[in-house]
């Protein structure tokens, strides 16, 4: 159809405008319009391109396809219309080592495979559940669980190891014996890019940073099995315990206590414990308590003597965030967790997956960040120009990049290094680096947040439209800055585990 057929249809009964050179019959759309129906009927028969991309995402165009009625005559779509799985064409929307033009020393042919059939994954499952979880603050369905279960998506999480050997993951994309932490890097970030905050940490985050310490410190080995095969299957769902109202980066100020019984074949559990991640569906808490000599972690299964409430905090409920109670629960001796009174080695060296994890995600939500920004300073247009053409803009920008940029480079410098390195070499070197560089991914998230809301204005505070994930990064970057250890915390870890290295005599 020509342009001219297009213009005859101009009122609320019959409604057709161009975007992109595509026609789209909007006639039984206008009252259901968010913007309601004069907006629409003042681009009514024309073309509304730059109207509509200065309001919305593409993703508005693909979630209403079924309206449009074909193209224009004699024209062609000039926008990309992303597929699941396609790469971003945005300058700095995706990691260096995914564009073509540059050369790696990290990643080979299989992790670009391996990177492609987990965005897909991603964004054809993980994607409609999550942001409708992350609107009604109800948490992750069973349904879901079992494709990742299924998948081995959540075997994935747990990073390399025996537990994956035998595995063809995502299909056969690699077996599960050439996983690698590049492959962990890539599962994080992809799992992030659903920017949905709440339900990110909602998807079985307490598995990834619970099963781990089970998988290394359990001294029961049926036990660590059957658990482990409950858990990677979906069948239960487990969350780690540690942070306390009386205790948070002080894990040694912890007050839950787990006493011996008079028969010396149980522990019963005593306390609170606050802020836990997935605690409202867990069936499992790895749990840290304070014992006769000192700290001990053991695995708690969920009895009626558990008690859990859920606490809403600035992001989604359905993160299933955590009070818990613990009043004299029994738990069989078995279930310690390394040695008694050495908990806080098991604590300590857990924490690095857990922190590097947390990395890889805030690295990742500050690119999206990064490419929502550059995509709207070239769609707004402001006093007659793009917003980009404001140098202060471009000096905004050029900021972005240079944080998000560095902070890759040394994620992918660590994670080389856990390649390396056997476990106990991981606890006892990197610790202070994994510290460090989750700091400086969490402050540069601090200053991003900051300057991405100026960039989108009004809009960056609006929990929908075009400003939805930068307002959503705004309201919740704090959470990475805490969780996991805060910044400065970790901070005073990376130099004092430096200072161990230092010469005792400097020239």
Same mark, same amino acid.
């Given at each position: 159809?020509?342009?001219?057929?297009?213009?005859?249809?101009?009122?609320?009964?019959?409604?057709?405008?161009?975007?992109?050179?595509?026609?789209?019959?909007?006639?039984?759309?206008?009252?259901?319009? %968010?913007?309601?129906?004069?907006?629409? !009927?003042?681009?009514?028969?024309? &073309?509304?391109?730059?109207?509509?991309?200065? !309001?919305?995402?593409?993703?508005?165009?693909?979630?209403?396809?079924?309206?449009?009625?074909?193209?224009? $005559?004699?024209?062609?779509?000039e926008? #990309?219309?992303?597929? %699941?799985?396609?790469?971003?064409?945005?300058?700095?929307?995706?990691?260096?080592?995914?564009? %073509?033009?540059?050369?790696?020393?990290?990643?080979?042919?299989?992790?670009?495979?391996?990177?492609?059939?987990?965005?897909t994954?991603?964004?054809?499952?993980?994607?409609? /559940?999550?942001?409708?979880?992350?609107?009604?603050?109800?948490?992750?369905?069973?349904?879901?669980?079992?494709?990742?279960?299924?998948?081995?998506?959540?075997?994935?999480?747990?990073?390399?190891?025996?537990?994956?050997?035998?595995?063809?993951?995502?299909?056969?994309?690699?077996?599960?014996?050439?996983?690698?932490?590049?492959h962990?890097?890539?599962?994080?970030?992809?799992?992030?890019?659903?920017?949905?905050?709440?339900?990110?940490? +909602?998807?079985?985050?307490?598995?990834?940073?619970?099963?781990?310490?089970?998988?290394?410190? *359990?001294n029961?080995?049926?036990?660590?099995?059957?658990?482990?095969?409950?858990?990677?299957? +979906?069948?239960?769902?487990?969350s780690?315990?540690?942070?306390?109202?009386?205790?948070?980066?002080?894990?040694?100020?912890?007050?839950?206590?787990?006493?011996l019984?008079?028969? +010396?074949?149980h522990?019963?559990?005593?306390?609170?414990?606050?802020?836990?991640? =997935?605690?409202?569906?867990?069936?499992?808490? @790895?749990?840290? *308590?304070?014992?006769?000599?000192?700290?001990?972690?053991?695995?708690?299964?969920?009895?009626?003597?558990?008690?859990?409430?859920? #606490?809403?905090?600035?992001?989604?409920?359905?993160?299933?965030?955590?009070?818990?109670?613990?009043? =004299?629960?029994?738990?069989?001796? =078995?279930?310690?967790?390394?040695?008694?009174?050495?908990?806080?080695?098991? @604590?300590?060296?857990?924490?690095n $997956? $857990?922190?590097?994890?947390?990395?890889?995600?805030? #690295?990742?939500? *500050?690119?999206?960040?990064? /490419? $929502?920004?550059?995509?709207w300073?070239?769609?707004?247009?402001v006093?007659?120009?793009?917003?980009?053409?404001?140098?202060?803009?471009?000096?905004?920008?050029?900021?972005?990049?240079?944080?998000?940029?560095?902070?890759q480079?040394?994620?992918?410098?660590?994670?080389?290094?856990?390649? =390396?390195?056997?476990?106990?070499?991981?606890?006892?070197?990197?610790?202070?680096?994994?510290?460090?560089?989750?700091?400086?991914?969490?402050?540069?998230?601090? &200053?991003?947040?900051?300057?991405?809301?100026?960039?989108?204005?009004?809009?960056?505070?609006?929990?929908?439209?075009?400003?939805?994930?930068?307002?959503?990064?705004?309201?919740?970057?704090?959470?990475?800055? #805490?969780?996991?250890?805060?910044?400065?915390?970790?901070?005073?870890?990376?130099?004092?585990?430096?200072?161990?290295?230092? %010469?005792?005599?400097m020239?």
């Amino acid at each position: 159809m020509t342009r001219q057929e297009v213009a005859k249809h101009t009122s609320e009964e019959d409604l057709w405008v161009i975007v992109d050179h595509k026609i789209y019959d909007l006639s039984d759309f206008v009252y259901a319009h %968010p913007g309601g129906s004069v907006v629409l !009927l003042q681009f009514a028969g024309q &073309d509304a391109t730059q109207a509509f991309y200065n !309001l919305h995402r593409h993703e508005v165009l693909q979630q209403y396809s079924d309206l449009c009625l074909g193209v224009v $005559e004699g024209e062609k779509s000039e926008v #990309i219309d992303p597929q %699941p799985g396609d790469l971003s064409k945005v300058p700095y929307a995706e990691p260096l080592w995914l564009t %073509p033009q540059f050369k790696t020393p990290y990643y080979n042919d299989g992790h670009r495979r391996f990177q492609k059939a987990m965005r897909t994954f991603v964004e054809t499952e993980v994607v409609p /559940e999550a942001h409708q979880k992350e609107k009604d603050g109800t948490f992750v369905s069973q349904e879901l669980i079992d494709k990742m279960a299924e998948s081995n998506v959540l075997a994935m999480r747990l990073g390399p190891g025996e537990h994956l050997h035998g595995r063809k993951l995502l299909g056969g994309v690699i077996d599960g014996k050439e996983y690698d932490y590049f492959h962990g890097l890539i599962v994080s970030q992809e799992l992030n890019r659903v920017n949905a905050r709440g339900f990110q940490d +909602g998807n079985m985050a307490g598995m990834t940073i619970s099963l781990t310490a089970v998988r290394e410190w *359990c001294n029961d080995e049926a036990l660590k099995d059957r658990v482990t095969e409950e858990i990677l299957s +979906g069948k239960k769902k487990m969350s780690l315990a540690v942070t306390e109202a009386f205790a948070g980066s002080d894990v040694a100020g912890i007050q839950t206590t787990a006493d011996l019984s008079e028969d +010396g074949q149980h522990w019963i559990i005593n306390g609170t414990k606050k802020w836990i991640t =997935n605690g409202m569906f867990s069936d499992y808490f @790895v749990t840290a *308590c304070k014992t006769k000599k000192g700290l001990s972690v053991i695995l708690v299964p969920r009895t009626d003597d558990v008690e859990t409430k859920l #606490i809403k905090t600035s992001y989604s409920t359905a993160a299933a965030t955590t009070y818990i109670q613990f009043d =004299n629960v029994k738990v069989p001796r =078995n279930h310690l967790l390394g040695k008694e009174n050495e908990g806080l080695k098991v @604590v300590l060296s857990n924490f690095n $997956e $857990e922190r590097w994890m947390m990395a890889c995600m805030t #690295i990742r939500w *500050c690119r999206t960040v990064l /490419e $929502e920004c550059l995509k709207w300073s070239h769609q707004r247009i402001v006093f007659g120009k793009p917003l980009i053409s404001q140098p202060v803009i471009r000096q905004k920008l050029a900021r972005m990049i240079s944080l998000v940029e560095t902070n890759q480079a040394w994620l992918e410098q660590t994670t080389h290094q856990m390649n =390396n390195m056997t476990y106990q070499q991981r606890s006892s070197l990197l610790s202070g680096p994994i510290g460090l560089l989750k700091a400086s991914a969490t402050r540069a998230a601090h &200053d991003i947040a900051d300057d991405a809301t100026n960039i989108f204005g009004g809009r960056g505070l609006t929990q929908s439209g075009m400003g939805r994930v930068v307002e959503m990064f705004h309201r919740t970057y704090k959470f990475d800055a #805490i969780l996991g250890g805060a910044e400065e915390v970790l901070n005073d870890l990376g130099v004092r585990q430096a200072m161990k290295f230092m %010469p005792k005599a400097m020239l």
